[in-house]
């Protein structure tokens, strides 16, 4: 029925805050590229294509009104990456944050690492909520006294002030990548982390930023001879000698860091073979992997291309367990979506915090959520009509056939402009973020 | 096996979209994107397997409807008594009919009307996904037929921006066959228009001053896209020779056919390949 989440058939997902510009006509700096929740889930951080982060915290919940859960609100906004010319190549760097991810915390600060094309940065976000006053060499503008003036000595002391959230960089990590970046993860142990372009996968140490391994290269010697790329990688939650990469080929392969320096020769290799029914102009294209993540458990991981979400259990590499059609019906449109560039699309896919249900994007600004134990499946929109403080989403559903009911909407009719590519899921609780175009939409499950 | 219902025509849509998306990758912000160039030329070479395919398949049945109408006229023509020239002539179509299938592609002879023609133009020199306005003036006027520029292969160097013209010899000869076959159905004899079809590896072809004053011609036609809103079409519409570089791991080997056009057209290709790599 009506909703998915939790593991319980009766979840009604309701509107609760969408942040951004209202306007239609839409910046392209503005454009979010990016949307990650810490480990707590208090924070929540976004990317954009003009190289923004803005970070989002949850306001602890009220007694007034404690069926809401606190609401997000500005936390943090810099300026991560800047627009950049490799003059060597003569091409210009893109400052579009690509990924961020979140270190877990272990003191007062936060921690995040964020990435362009090009360049990864770890990014450290304090608190500051007090400030020293009373210095005897300066005024409290900063000005410095005049020394004749000082005839007392006193010491100075903290006092509060209004809270000040400081971001600053503390480690640049750069020049290791010839392709495009399209991928961090953190490792489990705290200390490493992977990055991946089109063609190598490189670890660092999150205190060390003049080197770098390459731990996967699949370059081959002749460029001509590519056959595929790497698309998506992310190390195993709990495991810090694994890690899995995807490709455009739609494979995605295991890798045991323990094996060798080297890991090009994969572990395990998870592959569905093709259906030769379905055997089009476009097959390569849609079978490319745009998004592989590990479930919080660490048994399964789910990958995304273009039509559909496919659970894998690590231990199965034939096939997956579960394959979930997120639009089928684009299939007999793949002609105009490559014409249109739409196919080349990358949607992201993501896990509740219990792993029982997952949720991915779609166009129209519709999301798709999947319910693996009651096998349900739900899609929902975001949208401003639907924005009304705690109204409950309506599902959508998009008639396939020749006759459309009522509320449908037919295929012809999907604003492919309009297309979710992010979304991210408390790791706890049932609260979502899905990212529009320029819009960031935040669901909460209905409390009663 | 690309689902049956995507006829050649799509191919040549698609061929032409992707060689655009290709083209415009150059001058996009962030550099050119290896992934989604990657998938494009996989399109690409889908439809150019396609669209071979069916011109192959197209060619076989032209010729085999060819010979039927030859050996038809053959008889009505030949004195009943000559019954050895007639095998003779046999036991030559057949060994140069052998020859022909590895060596003649993409070309398909002009018919005379009772089917649909189609645009005469190898993929491998140029590419003019003419659609069928085009053909009709093939149609119309044999000497002009080949306006489908097959003498030249036109490269545009991407890193260099420069648009060079090759002359590709083989498929040089191959287009003066293709030129004989088209003009030689009215005027030429049957024989000799199978002697001059079969022949298509020698490079004396006879009536050669004939095929390059209506090439000369055909130069001057335009040549546009009916259905598809692309204005910069005339370097657009010579690129095809993409098909043998860019990522030759993704070149079928499985049919002569494709091998010889695939080694000829790498011969050329270095500027392409440079615009695929481009690292």
Same mark, same amino acid.
Request: include cysteine.
């Given at each position: 029925?009506?909703?998915?989440?939790?593991?319980?058939?009766?979840?009604?997902?309701?509107?609760?805050?969408?942040?951004?510009?209202?306007?239609?006509?839409?910046?392209?700096?503005?454009?979010?590229?990016?949307?990650?929740?810490?480990?707590?889930?208090?924070?929540?951080? =976004?990317?954009?294509?003009?190289?923004?982060?803005?970070?989002?915290?949850?306001?602890?919940?009220?007694?007034?009104?404690?069926?809401?859960?606190?609401?997000?609100?500005?936390?943090?906004?810099?300026?991560?990456?800047?627009?950049?010319?490799?003059?060597?190549?003569?091409?210009?760097?893109?400052?579009?944050?690509?990924?961020?991810?979140?270190?877990?915390?272990?003191?007062?600060?936060?921690?995040?690492?964020?990435?362009?094309?090009?360049?990864?940065?770890?990014?450290?976000?304090?608190?500051?909520?007090?400030?020293?006053?009373?210095?005897?060499?300066?005024?409290?503008?900063?000005?410095?006294?005049?020394?004749? =003036?000082?005839? =007392?000595?006193?010491?100075?002391?903290?006092?509060?002030?209004?809270?000040?959230?400081?971001?600053?960089?503390?480690?640049?990590?750069?020049?290791?990548?010839?392709?495009?970046?399209?991928?961090?993860?953190?490792?489990?142990?705290?200390?490493?982390?992977?990055?991946?372009?089109?063609?190598?996968?490189?670890?660092?140490?999150?205190?060390?930023?003049?080197?770098?391994?390459?731990?996967?290269?699949?370059?081959? =010697?002749?460029?001509?001879?590519?056959?595929?790329?790497?698309?998506?990688?992310?190390?195993?939650?709990?495991?810090?000698?694994?890690?899995?990469?995807?490709?455009?080929?739609?494979?995605?392969?295991?890798?045991?860091?323990?094996?060798?320096?080297?890991?090009?020769?994969?572990?395990?290799?998870?592959?569905?073979?093709?259906?030769?029914?379905?055997?089009?102009?476009?097959?390569?294209?849609?079978?490319?992997?745009?998004?592989?993540?590990?479930?919080?458990?660490?048994?399964?991981?789910?990958?995304?291309?273009?039509?559909?979400?496919?659970?894998?259990?690590?231990?199965?590499?034939?096939?997956?367990?579960?394959?979930?059609?997120?639009?089928?019906?684009?299939?007999?449109?793949?002609?105009?979506?490559?014409?249109?560039?739409?196919?080349?699309?990358?949607?992201?896919?993501?896990?509740?915090?219990?792993?029982?249900?997952?949720?991915?994007?779609?166009?129209?600004?519709?999301?798709?959520?999947?319910?693996?134990?009651?096998?349900?499946?739900?899609?929902?929109?975001?949208?401003?009509?639907?924005?009304?403080?705690?109204?409950?989403?309506?599902?959508?559903?998009?008639?396939?056939?020749?006759?459309?009911?009522?509320?449908?909407?037919?295929?012809?009719?999907?604003?492919?402009?309009?297309?979710?590519?992010?979304?991210?899921?408390?790791?706890?609780?049932?609260?979502?973020?899905?990212?529009?175009?320029?819009?960031?939409?935040?669901?909460?499950?209905?409390?009663? | 096996?690309?689902?049956?219902?995507?006829?050649?025509?799509?191919?040549?849509?698609?061929?032409?979209?992707?060689?655009?998306?290709?083209?415009?990758?150059?001058?996009?912000?962030?550099?050119?994107?290896?992934?989604?160039?990657?998938?494009?030329?996989?399109?690409?070479?889908?439809?150019?397997?396609?669209?071979?395919?069916?011109?192959?398949?197209?060619?076989?049945?032209?010729?085999?409807?060819?010979?039927?109408?030859?050996?038809?006229?053959?008889?009505?023509?030949?004195?009943?008594?000559?019954?050895?020239?007639?095998?003779?002539?046999?036991?030559?179509?057949?060994?140069?009919?052998?020859?022909?299938?590895?060596?003649?592609?993409?070309?398909?002879?002009?018919?005379?009307?009772?089917?649909?023609?189609?645009?005469?133009?190898?993929?491998?020199?140029?590419?003019?996904?003419?659609?069928?306005?085009?053909?009709?003036?093939?149609?119309?006027?044999?000497?002009?037929?080949?306006?489908?520029?097959?003498?030249?292969?036109?490269?545009?160097?991407?890193?260099?921006?420069?648009?060079?013209?090759?002359?590709?010899?083989?498929?040089?000869?191959?287009?003066?066959?293709?030129?004989?076959?088209?003009?030689?159905?009215?005027?030429?004899?049957?024989?000799?228009?199978?002697?001059?079809?079969?022949?298509?590896?020698?490079?004396?072809?006879?009536?050669?001053?004939?095929?390059?004053?209506?090439?000369?011609?055909?130069?001057?036609?335009?040549?546009?896209?009916?259905?598809?809103?692309?204005?910069?079409?005339?370097?657009?519409?010579?690129?095809?020779?993409?098909?043998?570089?860019?990522?030759?791991?993704?070149?079928?080997?499985?049919?002569?056919?494709?091998?010889?056009?695939?080694?000829?057209?790498?011969?050329?290709?270095?500027?392409?390949?440079?615009?695929?790599?481009?690292?």
């Amino acid at each position: 029925m009506a909703g998915a989440g939790g593991g319980n058939s009766d979840v009604q997902w309701c509107f609760s805050q969408v942040k951004g510009a209202i306007d239609d006509d839409v910046a392209e700096a503005d454009i979010i590229s990016t949307v990650e929740f810490n480990h707590s889930g208090e924070l929540l951080a =976004t990317g954009d294509k003009g190289g923004r982060v803005v970070i989002f915290q949850q306001e602890p919940e009220s007694k007034n009104q404690p069926q809401c859960r606190g609401e997000y609100n500005v936390y943090s906004t810099f300026q991560s990456h800047e627009p950049e010319f490799d003059y060597l190549k003569s091409l210009e760097i893109e400052e579009k944050i690509n990924k961020i991810r979140w270190l877990p915390q272990k003191n007062a600060a936060q921690f995040l690492l964020s990435t362009n094309d090009k360049t990864i940065k770890l990014w450290k976000i304090s608190e500051r909520d007090k400030r020293p006053e009373g210095y005897n060499l300066k005024e409290e503008d900063g000005r410095y006294r005049d020394l004749n =003036t000082v005839t =007392t000595l006193r010491v100075p002391v903290f006092r509060p002030m209004d809270l000040m959230v400081e971001a600053s960089p503390r480690r640049v990590f750069s020049n290791a990548h010839t392709y495009h970046i399209n991928s961090i993860s953190v490792n489990s142990d705290c200390e490493t982390y992977l990055s991946a372009d089109d063609l190598r996968i490189n670890l660092w140490n999150l205190e060390i930023n003049d080197r770098s391994f390459n731990i996967v290269d699949i370059k081959p =010697t002749n460029m001509e001879e590519l056959t595929e790329v790497i698309t998506a990688a992310e190390f195993h939650p709990n495991q810090c000698n694994t890690f899995v990469y995807s490709s455009s080929k739609g494979t995605i392969r295991l890798c045991d860091m323990r094996a060798s320096a080297l890991c090009d020769q994969h572990a395990k290799q998870f592959e569905e073979p093709e259906d030769p029914n379905n055997r089009s102009f476009f097959s390569e294209i849609i079978s490319s992997i745009s998004d592989v993540k590990f479930s919080h458990s660490g048994r399964y991981m789910m990958t995304r291309d273009y039509l559909s979400v496919k659970i894998w259990d690590l231990n199965m590499e034939s096939r997956p367990v579960e394959t979930y059609q997120v639009h089928e019906y684009l299939r007999s449109k793949l002609c105009s979506l490559y014409e249109n560039d739409c196919i080349f699309d990358k949607f992201e896919c993501c896990w509740n915090g219990n792993d029982s249900v997952v949720m991915t994007g779609s166009y129209n600004n519709f999301f798709r959520m999947f319910d693996r134990g009651y096998r349900q499946d739900v899609t929902l929109e975001a949208s401003r009509e639907n924005s009304k403080p705690r109204s409950v989403l309506k599902p959508r559903k998009v008639s396939t056939g020749g006759k459309r009911k009522k509320d449908e909407i037919s295929v012809d009719s999907l604003d492919f402009n309009k297309k979710i590519l992010h979304t991210a899921w408390h790791p706890l609780d049932n609260i979502i973020a899905v990212a529009t175009t320029n819009n960031l939409y935040i669901f909460q499950e209905k409390l009663n | 096996m690309i689902s049956t219902m995507e006829c050649a025509a799509d191919a040549q849509s698609l061929i032409s979209i992707s060689l655009m998306k290709i083209h415009n990758s150059r001058t996009q912000r962030g550099g050119i994107k290896l992934h989604k160039n990657l998938l494009v030329s996989y399109v690409l070479r889908n439809a150019r397997q396609v669209y071979i395919k069916e011109k192959y398949a197209e060619i076989y049945r032209m010729q085999q409807y060819e010979e039927v109408m030859t050996v038809c006229n053959e008889i009505q023509e030949l004195n009943p008594l000559d019954l050895d020239a007639e095998d003779a002539e046999d036991e030559e179509q057949a060994a140069a009919h052998a020859r022909t299938s590895s060596a003649i592609f993409g070309c398909s002879p002009l018919d005379d009307g009772s089917k649909e023609p189609d645009p005469c133009y190898y993929r491998s020199c140029c590419m003019e996904p003419s659609p069928v306005p085009h053909c009709d003036q093939f149609t119309a006027n044999n000497s002009s037929s080949s306006s489908s520029h097959c003498n030249k292969t036109t490269v545009l160097d991407l890193d260099t921006h420069v648009v060079t013209t090759v002359e590709n010899g083989y498929l040089h000869q191959d287009c003066c066959c293709c030129d004989a076959l088209q003009c030689g159905q009215g005027a030429r004899s049957p024989a000799r228009k199978r002697k001059v079809e079969f022949s298509c590896c020698v490079s004396d072809v006879e009536d050669v001053s004939d095929f390059t004053a209506a090439r000369k011609r055909a130069k001057r036609e335009d040549c546009c896209y009916s259905n598809i809103d692309y204005t910069d079409t005339s370097n657009i519409s010579n690129l095809i020779s993409i098909f043998g570089s860019g990522f030759s791991g993704l070149l079928s080997r499985q049919s002569d056919l494709e091998q010889i056009c695939s080694k000829q057209v790498l011969a050329s290709l270095g500027a392409w390949t440079r615009a695929i790599v481009a690292f």
